[in-house]
Structure formats: structure tokens, C-alpha cells
T-cell receptor, first 118, second 111 residues
Framework: GAVVSQHPSRVICKSGTSVKIECRSL??????MFWYRQFPKQSLMLMAT?????????EQGVEKDKFLINHASLTLSTLTVTSAHPEDSSFYIC??????????????FGPGTRLTVL | GQQLNQSPQSMFIQEGEDVSMNCTSS?????WLWYKQEPGEGPVLLIA?????ELTSNGRLTAQFGITRKDSFLNISASIPSDVGIYFC???????????FGTGTRLQVFP
């Protein structure tokens, strides 16, 4: 089956620093990847849609200058949390769509990255 | 952002019992998906539904796409301890990639 990996799985950083999270599709090419944020005991909230070779589309209320997304290849998307603050501490999960680009193609989720900002 | 309402919020059941949970929306979706998430992990797809009224099974799991297209149901038969986790529904509208997730149902199974 399709596998999506994330790195790192956990990261602790100081307030004001930047953190980069990688999302890779290991055995398929993903023209579209998605980034979600999940706070404790809450559901997944879509942050942005990442398309290979073009700018990401951000959901309302998500600061694009704070959450930088780069989708430079068909198997890799990165999310950089710039100038992180404690309120950015969360579980960040990516997903990648496997298929020919139809909206009904299955999305496979990564294992998530736990970010803690001190 | 929008979320779908799931009920119940949590369930505590004994091993062997059947489980039912549902997901409702104020608007129509063209695809309904059910995921399971275990602590510290990403969600795993259980069942996908693409047509109103569709009933689909995956082992002990059965899900239905409501005929109004505003709801979906998930049933788990003969629960076992490894069924423990949080179950999320997700809806998807036509011509869009976006998934809108439900609020989740936390399932605990006691031996």
C-alpha cells in the first residue's frame, strides 16, 4: 500500500526559532499534498494544500508567511514553522494523494510530527 | 474551519459488543470517509463511500452513506481490544481535494 513518511517524528525547539518538517511519499508520486494541524483531543484541521511546482493554497486564518510550504518534487513537501511560539505547539500531519489527480483519489496520511515550542 | 459533528463523543464498551457511531453535516458531501487514529499516529483509512445509500463493509466494519448525503454511519461488530482509538469521519465535496473532518468518537474497549 501507499506509504507516507514524516520527519522528524518529534521536535522540541525554543521560541523564536524555525522548524522544518518533511513529508515524503515513499512508493508513489503525489502531485498534491496536504498539511493538517491537530491540537490535543481535537480533530484535524486543514492548513494548506501543497501542489508540486506551484504555490500552496492556505486555508482561511492560516498565515502563509509563518507556515512556509515548499513542494519541490513529486515525493516531497516541506512545512517550515517560522519564528515558532508556544501556541504553535501541535501535532502536524501531512497527507498525499495517490492517483491520477482526480479529487476522489485516496489520501494517505503520514504518522505526524509532534512540535513542542518552549 | 468547518467541522462535522460526530456522536457519540466517546464510548466505553465491553469486548464483544457492537458499536455504532454517526457523523452529520448541515451540507451535502459527495464522498464520505472513515478513519481510525491511534495515539501519536496519523489517521488510517478504514472505509470510503462514494454514492448516496451505499453500504460498504471492511471486515467487522460496515459504513453507510446517508441517502440525504448529509450523514454517514459506522458500525463495528464484535469489538476487540485493538479497536481502541479515535474514529473520524471526513467529508469531501465534488471537484475539491479538501477533506473536512468530524469531531471524532473515542472508543475504549474493556476485556
Amino acid at each position: 500500500g501507499a506509504v507516507v513518511s514524516q520527519h522528524p517524528s518529534r521536535v522540541i525547539c525554543k521560541s523564536g526559532t524555525s522548524v522544518k518538517i518533511e513529508c515524503r511519499s515513499l512508493d508513489f508520486q503525489a502531485t498534491t499534498m496536504f498539511w493538517y494541524r491537530q491540537f490535543p483531543k481535537q480533530s484535524l484541521m486543514l492548513m494548506a494544500t501543497s501542489n508540486e511546482g506551484s504555490k500552496a493554497t492556505y486555508e482561511q486564518g492560516v498565515e502563509k508567511d509563518k507556515f512556509l510550504i515548499n513542494h519541490a518534487s513529486l515525493t516531497l513537501s516541506t512545512l517550515t514553522v517560522t519564528s515558532a511560539h508556544p501556541e504553535d505547539s501541535s501535532f502536524y500531519i501531512c497527507s498525499a494523494r495517490d492517483g491520477r489527480g482526480y479529487s476522489t483519489d485516496t489520501q494517505y496520511f503520514g504518522p505526524g510530527t509532534r512540535l513542542t515550542v518552549l | 474551519g468547518q467541522q462535522l459533528n460526530q456522536s457519540p463523543q466517546s464510548m466505553f464498551i465491553q469486548e464483544g459488543e457492537d458499536v455504532s457511531m454517526n457523523c452529520t453535516s448541515s451540507s451535502i458531501f459527495n464522498t464520505w470517509l472513515w478513519y481510525k487514529q491511534e495515539p501519536g499516529e496519523g489517521p488510517v483509512l478504514l472505509i470510503a463511500l462514494y454514492k448516496a445509500g451505499e453500504l460498504t463493509s471492511n471486515g467487522r466494519l460496515t459504513a453507510q452513506f446517508g441517502i440525504t448525503r448529509k450523514d454517514s454511519f459506522l458500525n463495528i461488530s464484535a469489538s476487540i481490544p485493538s479497536d481502541v482509538g479515535i474514529y473520524f469521519c471526513a467529508g469531501q465535496r465534488s471537484n475539491t481535494d479538501k477533506l473536512i473532518f468530524g469531531t471524532g468518537t473515542r472508543l475504549q474497549v474493556f476485556p
